[in-house]
């Protein structure tokens, strides 16, 4: 009886393997690598649409612009560590004091799921706040334009923030993300990012959100693995299930931003074809429904004519809205049931470790046991739906640029009279509208006639942008700058803001010239002489840095250290 048991599981799982269908075994066609697919990742029969010429694709930056999350963090001093420090910046910037949404997410789909699980989940962050306006200024308007996401044991910080000027999303990595260490704030490798998100902008999963600690059976594995309940980087372990939907909401903001971009270019053509005529159409139906949404009507005079001067130009094609859904994925409910028993059969986990080691290593990613293809992001996915040249959605797109604040600013800069305000759009000059990517501020300080102070336009004062796969620094032939980099890179080396920049350099000797260069060290190190005194907050490293308590722990060593640096560092005066 026994051995026609064993004979019977033998046969139950080849049966397994030849007859599972695909859908139910994670297999599917033969995954093509990562690496092949994002040499095609910009996908799409636009030709030389004019958002093609207008709008980057390079990984870098266009020259003279920059993500948000750089002017955040240039306007910090710097990147804070832990996560928790960050999470607060935004939280402080809020005008609500409310914090960012946050979400633990341990068995995910990113490049780095394999380093995360319950113990130490991905934790992942969305702005969601729009600053105030002032008489001299405008606030910031990161809603939709700022995700963050954290795997703590890559050690890395995957990024992706709305570049204003450039008018597109920017993909970033911060690397060497851990304690005590140096980290580097590096652009990643545009195409790498767009397998996954295809439309160049955020994704999200759908409800019910199963993959987050929205979900209870999730946020227990979570507390289970980690043997407690307390929040994981001052994130707790079980978020309302509302937490998880206001996360999805914000990426279907930010995933509109780049359509109303191609509506703005592509909807409304060349500046030849009368494409400055659309825009002007476009943007004051776009004022006039942020007024009043309840009462506005898609129709009218002014409404036919943005449709007509669109039919001149629109793509024949269409403008897509890309889907940035991700269907719904239960990994807890994967391994229930018999379906779960017989994917395990052919399946085996991912264990901690396996995989990318961080967002350069497609290699070991391509090895992982591949998901069932509907649920991969790598797979292809069709638009939620394509616009033509009758639909008016640029109108409805222009207005989410524009926030609560400028509203109300543009109102009292014209009297509260909405009809002055549409006169104002239709004295704009011509160039107001040439073929650019609409960006808001620039459009503010046009209808208000001056302009405005702003925090997130201008990058004179930012330290060049560098492209991941760039090397750090190997400190080999100069040993006097160890210390440099175990207490000062982490701040001064790779900063956004150039002015705090001041130990960047290709090579060794550059790096040591900066510092010699830099005569503000010298006084800077001096704890001895300006402890307790009203120099003393501009001593270095900051008193709630993890290397001001590395040099408290090494008492009567860390003063020989210090007097060590200073030395390497002329005084003012030379004899």
Not at 148 to 176: D, H, I, P, T, W
Not at 194 to 213: D, K, V
Not at 353 to 374: C, I, S, T
């Amino acid at each position: 009886m026994r051995r026609w048991q064993w004979s019977l599981g033998r046969w139950l799982r080849l049966a397994a393997v030849v007859s599972a269908p695909t859908w139910l075994l994670g297999c599917g066609d033969s995954p093509v690598p990562i690496a092949e697919q994002a040499k095609s990742a910009v996908a799409g029969n636009e030709g030389l649409a004019l958002s093609r010429k207008v709008i980057s694709e390079e990984d870098l930056p266009p020259a003279g612009t920059r993500s948000l999350f750089d002017h955040v963090i240039a306007q910090n001093d710097g990147l804070p560590y832990p996560i928790s420090k960050l999470v607060k910046v935004l939280q402080d910037q809020n005008p609500t004091a409310e914090p960012p949404i946050t979400l633990l997410i341990p068995v995910g789909r990113s490049l780095l799921k394999g380093q995360a699980d319950n113990l130490h989940p991905r934790l992942a962050i969305a702005a969601d706040f729009e600053g105030k306006n002032t008489p001299a200024g405008l606030g910031k308007a990161p809603r939709g334009q700022l995700f963050v996401a954290m795997v703590e044991n890559a050690k890395e910080l995957e990024v992706l923030s709305y570049n204003e000027a450039a008018g597109r999303f920017e993909y970033q990595l911060v690397q060497n993300y851990c304690e005590g260490c140096v980290p580097r704030i590096v652009y990643a490798r545009r195409q790498i990012c767009l397998t996954c998100h295809q439309g160049g902008t955020p994704i999200f999963s759908q409800r019910p959100w199963s993959e987050t600690n929205g979900q209870p059976e999730t946020a227990r594995a979570i507390a289970v693995a980690r043997g407690s309940s307390e929040p994981y980087h001052g994130v707790a372990l079980q978020q309302p299930l509302a937490s998880a939907e206001r996360f999805d909401q914000l990426t279907d903001v930010g995933n509109f931003y780049l359509v109303t971009q191609r509506l703005w270019l592509d909807g409304c053509g060349a500046e030849s074809a009368g494409g400055n005529e659309c825009r002007r159409r476009m943007l004051s139906l776009a004022l006039q429904y942020a007024d009043n949404v309840g009462s506005f009507k898609p129709e009218g005079k002014e409404v036919e004519r943005l449709r007509e001067l669109q039919a001149k130009t629109f793509p024949k094609a269409g403008i897509v809205v890309p889907e940035s859904d991700l269907l719904n994925r239960d990994p807890i409910g994967e391994k229930q049931g018999v379906k779960g028993w017989l994917r395990s059969l052919i399946t085996r986990e991912i264990k901690l470790g396996e995989g990318a080691k961080d967002n350069e290593d497609l290699e070991a990613f391509d090895k992982l046991p591949p998901l069932r293809r509907e649920l991969d992001p790598l797979t292809l996915r069709a638009p939620k739906r394509t616009l033509t040249a009758n639909d008016i959605d640029g109108a409805y797109g222009l207005a989410s640029f524009f926030t609560e604040a400028d509203l109300k600013t543009l109102k009292m800069a014209h009297g509260n009279d909405m009809k002055k305000l549409l006169a104002r759009v239709e004295a704009l000059p011509d160039k107001a509208f040439g073929e650019a990517p609409f960006v808001r501020v620039r459009m503010m300080e046009a209808l208000l006639g001056q302009p405005r102070e702003y925090c997130c336009l201008k990058t004179d004062e930012m330290s060049p942008p560098v492209v991941s796969g760039v090397p750090p620094l190997a400190i080999n032939a100069l040993p006097e700058l160890k210390p440099f980099e175990q207490y000062c890179f982490s701040c001064h080396r790779g900063n956004p803001a150039k002015r705090l920049n001041f130990m960047a350099g290709d090579t060794e000797a550059e790096v040591l010239a900066n510092i010699k260069g830099k005569a503000e060290i010298r006084d800077s190190l001096d704890w001895e002489r300006y402890e307790n005194t009203d120099k003393s907050s501009k001593l270095m490293p900051p008193r709630d840095s993890v290397q001001y308590h590395r040099w408290q722990q090494a008492g009567a060593g860390a003063v020989d250290e210090r007097n060590k640096m200073r030395e390497l560092v002329p005084g003012m005066f030379q004899f």
